[in-house]
Each structure stands twice: as C-alpha cells, then as structure tokens.
C-alpha cells in the first residue's frame, strides 16, 4: 500500500495564525515526498520536496516551511498565515521505487481557508 | 522557461468521445502524465507515456509525440462520471513535473 494519511481535511485560520499541516505515508521506505498548493481554479505548484529525512528542497520562496522528521513524515508549518495563503494543499509521494517515473500518489489534500 | 498549455475548459454529451491536447516546453523529457482530479478531491493517475505512440486502457488513451511537445488524452463512451479536471504534467531533465493548469470536461445528457 502507498496510502498517504493527511490531515485535517479542512481548516478555517486567521491571518497572522500558525499551521501546522502533517502528512504520513505508508509504503516502501524512504520515499520522496512533496508538498504542492492549488489555489482555486488553478494547477499544482510545488511547494517543498524531500528526498529523504531531514532533506528540505524549497521551490518557492514564501513564509511557508516544510520539515521531515521521519522518513515517513511530512510537515508543513508556517508561523503566519497570509491571506494569499489560502489554498488546497495537497501531500504526494512516488508511487513506488522512488521514481517519479512511477507516478505520483497524492493525499486527500487539506482546504485552507485563512480568513 | 517550462509551459504547459490545456485547454481551460471542454463541454462533451454523455456517451460521446472528446479529446483533450496537451503542449509543453519543458527543460529536458522524461515522460508526461495525465491525471483526473474531481471537484475537491486529489489527483488520481490516470496515464504515463514516455515513448511516441498511443497507450490505451479501457475507456481512456493516450498519445504522444515528443518531436512536436504534443499529447492528448481520448476519453470514449463518456459517463457523467466523467466530469472532472483533467491534468497533464511533464517529468523534466531533474525528474521534477511540471503541472498544467487542466482541462475542466463538464459531461452533459
């Protein structure tokens, strides 16, 4: 099984709040894993990946970080929040092997709403 | 820079066939996916392709062609079920994909 666990699956934020969102997979061990963000009618962006325990790729720069404490942990923390914030955050990992050849599972995604 | 191109938005009638084309500029090729995504839920994988040619799978195909940047995905026998967004992304040169937009099908009797 690749199941990916996330959660909550929605959550409403003030501005200037923290989030703290975690991710756990399940599956072949040392996967990569990734943090995109979906705004509204809008395609994926990366936000962070990880190609293994406390390995932290950031692909854009915001108020947004990612840690991975454990190989099967993901978590994405702002200390924060901005309006523009707002968004379907979702977790993937590769399918399996550790190629993104192989695809890419995703979770079932956290709404943010920061209000 | 990369881009993917898709159209924003198709309309098909129930047990029709559509065709959603996807074009891309990406740094580097290492195959394309195709993913469905309904409304509020993840992406689901639907398709890789990595060779020129066409790849079917039931209801669902798709082809590519890495001289001209172009795949498309046919949808056949299409079921209300089908309503979703459709999403292509290309695995670059670093193996990282790069998303498009997506093609929002709305299916209707």
């Known amino acids: 099984s690749q199941t990916i666990h996330q959660w909550p699956a929605t959550l409403v934020q003030p501005v200037g709040s923290p989030l703290s969102l975690e991710c756990t997979v399940e599956?072949?061990?040392?996967?990569?894993l990734y943090w995109y963000r979906q705004a509204a009618g809008r395609g994926l962006q990366l936000l962070f990946y990880s190609v293994g325990i406390g390995q932290i790729s950031s692909e854009v720069p915001q108020n947004l970080s990612a840690s991975r404490p454990q190989d099967r942990q993901f978590i994405l923390s702002s200390k924060k929040l901005l309006l523009s914030d707002s968004g379907f955050y979702l977790c993937?990992?590769?399918?399996?092997?550790?190629?993104?050849?192989?695809?890419?599972?995703f979770g079932s995604g956290t709404r943010l709403t920061v209000v | 820079g990369q881009n993917i191109d898709q159209p924003t938005e198709m309309t098909a009638t129930e047990g029709a066939i559509v065709q959603i084309n996807c074009t891309y500029q990406t740094s580097g090729f290492n195959g394309l996916f195709w993913y469905q995504q309904h409304a509020g839920e993840a992406p689901t994988f639907l398709s890789y392709n990595v060779l020129d040619g066409l790849e079917e799978k039931g209801r669902f195909s798709s082809f590519l062609s890495r001289s001209k940047g172009y795949s498309y995905l046919l949808l056949k026998e299409l079921q209300m079920k089908d309503s979703a967004s459709y999403l292509c992304a290309v695995l670059d040169s670093n193996y990282q994909l790069i998303w498009g937009a997506g093609t929002k099908l709305i299916i209707k009797p």
């Open positions: 993937a990992r590769t399918a399996r092997g550790g190629s993104p050849s192989y695809g890419y599972t």
């Open positions: 599956g072949t061990s040392n996967p990569n």
